[in-house]
């Protein structure tokens, strides 16, 4: 314990001198535009920075800013998230763009109190964008944060936000108030470069020296890995075409995969044949018959908490008198570009698109 000031000064020295070598140059670093940093931390949630990247640029052209991120229609941010996944995260961003403009004059708030009750702002995200927009002292520990300092611990903590409290000590005793926002930075970029969930770097790591799981071989178990059961499931699709016009269907507004817009079928039940499931679910959904069937293709799509199977078919309608003009809507396949859809259902658009430039 007498040492620490002296380890803590090694360990920051060495920190300090690996991320300004290997840190990569993104375009939400050395910026302290809060609007920009705030997208960009929601954007990363779950997702890695080169998947991010394209999704960013593009955003941040379409709304440069929090007044136009409000002034935007839901669809057309649903639009622009469309592929990132976890669709609330950017209804957030729009209803809390909005509360910004109306209550802050189109300015984010500086307070962690009054951040924190803004949509999406989390405890990780308030001190991130406070720590890395406006430098005010607070440790952001994301999952890459987290997994870097429980290495660091050794095995006394366990992936778990009750344990926060001992990362939170062990980050304020080690980093001055003064450079939280460096040391968030250094500490995310050393978990995603080197400290990897699987195979981490060590021989690479500017701080295996002081780090208990290096020095007792159990890296590849802290965190201790979660069993993930991926839910498994099988669906139709109805591919209706009318005069170069395909029917799609709004889905709820509450629930997976809420407000995106997708062609009508469902879920197979256990034991049912493909096309049967398809008669079933077009006629409870349309409330009308399917005629002249025929198999499409087949993609699969990995969400977070389910796999899924969707089977197209192309087919017609024996009558369409039931249709909700609210909730259905004929579209071409290059309207349908500016609706956002779930990304197993992007599969089958692009599917249809090659087979359009075929014909
Ligand atoms: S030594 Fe290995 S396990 Fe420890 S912090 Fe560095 S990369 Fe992570």
Redesign the pocket.
Known sequence: MENRPKYAASFRKRLRAWYKTHSRKLPWREIHDSYKIWISEVMLQQTTVQAVLPYYREWIKLFPDVKSLSQATLQKVLKAWQGLGYYQRAKNLHRASKIITDKFGGKIPQNYEEMRKLPGFGPYTTAAVLSFAFNKSYPALDANVR??LM??LGERYKLNPANDKALFEFFKFYFPPKETSFFNQALME??AL???PKN???F?????Q?????EEGK?EV?PRPKNRNYRKIEAVVAIIRKNRKYLIQKRPSKGLLADLWEFPGGKRKEGEKLEEALHREIKEELSSEVKDERFLTRVHHAYTQFQVTLYAYECSLKNETQLNKGRHRWVTLKALRSYPVPSGSAKIVKFLEEREKIR
């Open positions: 997994r870097v290495r660091q050393l978990g080197v400290c990897r981490p770097l060590c690479l790591c500017p701080i295996s002081f780090c208990q799981a290096y890296q802290i």
